[in-house]
């Protein structure tokens, strides 16, 4: 399996405040326990984020990060399970930008959501 730390997209999944789901791609960026995605300059019909409020209401995330192809023995996912705070972190930014080069055109202005990693799974079509 590759390494999920160089996949380009994850899944976050939040939860508002009436127990509803709500799923988005992000970009992101992993180091160690902590999982980094910041509020990007991408179009956005608000800069409130729904997600942002319901990390508000409930920090409890998942993440899930996965590989697609047409030979299914080459799939893989990993989810992520944890506790997502709201911050302002230059170094998450500065990390973002190691890996995206549009951020190293266009830094993310943030906030940042740090997800505090605390359960780990992880599937493979492969065994290898």
């Not at 730390?5 to 970009?27: F, K, Q, S, Y």
């Not at 920090?59 to 299914?72: A, L, Q, S, T």
């Not at 505090?116 to 799974?121: F, I, K, L, P």
Request: aromatic residues 8%.
């Amino acid at each position: 399996m590759p390494s999920p730390e160089e996949a380009p997209v994850a899944r976050l999944a939040t939860v508002d405040a009436n127990g509803r789901p709500h799923v988005v791609p992000i970009c992101f960026v992993l180091e160690g326990d902590t999982l980094y995605t910041a509020v990007d300059e991408k179009p956005k019909r608000s800069r409130r984020l729904k997600r942002l409020a319901n990390i508000e209401v409930d920090p409890h995330v998942e993440v899930v990060i996965d590989h697609y192809e047409d030979d299914w023995s080459r799939l893989w996912w990993v989810r992520l399970r944890g506790v997502a705070r709201i911050v302002e972190d230059p170094h998450a930014v500065e990390l973002l930008a190691a890996k995206y080069p549009q951020y190293r055109e266009q830094p993310p202005a943030g906030p940042v959501i740090a997800v505090s990693v605390e359960e780990r799974s992880e599937w493979t079509a492969s065994p290898s």
